[in-house]
Nanobody, 129 residues
């Protein structure tokens, strides 16, 4: 059974930081491109950041470039999202998700085209002003 267990959300003041973790199991981690998506109230879900460890390739949405960093620990099948300089507009439910095809697809293709195979449950990030 595929599982993506996200954690690390919470309430933080603007300018603060959080680190999200996504522990993956039930599939061959290296064969997949994994990333973070978010959905704010009243808005469509968007790809925030994705990573393809096999191609050493990352993608960041323009809104988070320079503030967020995605990384993996392949030994632990875990993906992290370090979020610094948080803004109120970063408030959303954050979802970990993964798509098969790390030998074929770059991280931007997964994050932007949203060809996701598995979704985890979300973790809420709230940034107060």
């Amino acid at each position: 059974e595929v599982q993506l267990q996200a954690s690390g959300g919470g309430l933080v003041q603007a300018g603060g930081f959080l680190r999200l973790s996504c522990a993956a199991s039930g599939f061959t981690f290296d064969d997949y491109v994994t990333g973070w998506f978010r959905q704010a109230p009243g808005k469509e879900r968007e790809g925030v950041s994705c990573i393809n460890s096999r191609k050493n390739n990352t993608y960041y949405a323009d809104s988070v470039k320079g503030r967020f960093t995605i990384s993996t620990d392949n030994a632990k099948n875990t993906v992290y999202l370090q979020m610094n300089s948080l803004k109120p507009e970063d408030t959303a439910v954050y979802y970990c998700a993964t798509a098969w095809g790390s030998s074929y697809y770059y991280s931007s293709e997964v994050c932007v085209k949203n060809g996701i195979d598995y979704w985890g449950k979300g973790t809420l990030v709230t940034v107060s002003s």
